[in-house]
Nanobody
Framework: QVQLVESGGGLVQAGGSLRLSCAAS????????MGWFRRAPGKDREFVAG????????RYAGSAEGRFTISRDNAKNTVYLQMNTLKPEDTAVYYC?????????????????WGQGTQVTVSS
């Protein structure tokens, strides 16, 4: 098992940047594909970005492509989400998740471990 704790959320103006971190304890993150999801008020949870076990391969939702970067440091058991050029529509609770599958899935059903979430609010 792995326990995940997100940090780095906050309030930022449109056009600004934030870096989210996801620290893992228990089993090492190198055993998992890692993903970031988000849930905006009144909306379903959606995939944002994912990264494979080695960090060599990534996948992004269209809304994140070109603005967000997912990375991982397996030595530190930490996954990051660098978010640039933030927009008000990026406002959501962001969740880190771990998957035992070998591919980067965008369906939340494939992720068995979740953090508690961190709030990101982008003001216009």
């Amino acid at each position: 098992q792995v326990q995940l704790v997100e940090s780095g959320g906050g309030l930022v103006q449109a056009g600004g940047s934030l870096r989210l971190s996801c620290a893992a304890s228990g089993r090492t993150t190198s055993s998992y594909v890692m993903g970031w999801f988000r849930r905006a008020p009144g909306k379903d949870r959606e995939f944002v970005a994912g990264i494979n076990r080695s960090g060599a391969s990534t996948r992004y939702a269209g809304s994140a492509e070109g603005r967000f970067t997912i990375s991982r440091d397996n030595a530190k058991n930490t996954v990051y989400l660098q978010m640039n050029t933030l927009k008000p529509e990026d406002t959501a609770v962001y969740y880190c998740a771990a998957s035992s599958r070998v591919y980067i899935g965008s369906n939340s059903d494939g992720y068995g471990y979740w953090g508690q979430g961190t709030q990101v609010t982008v003001s216009s």
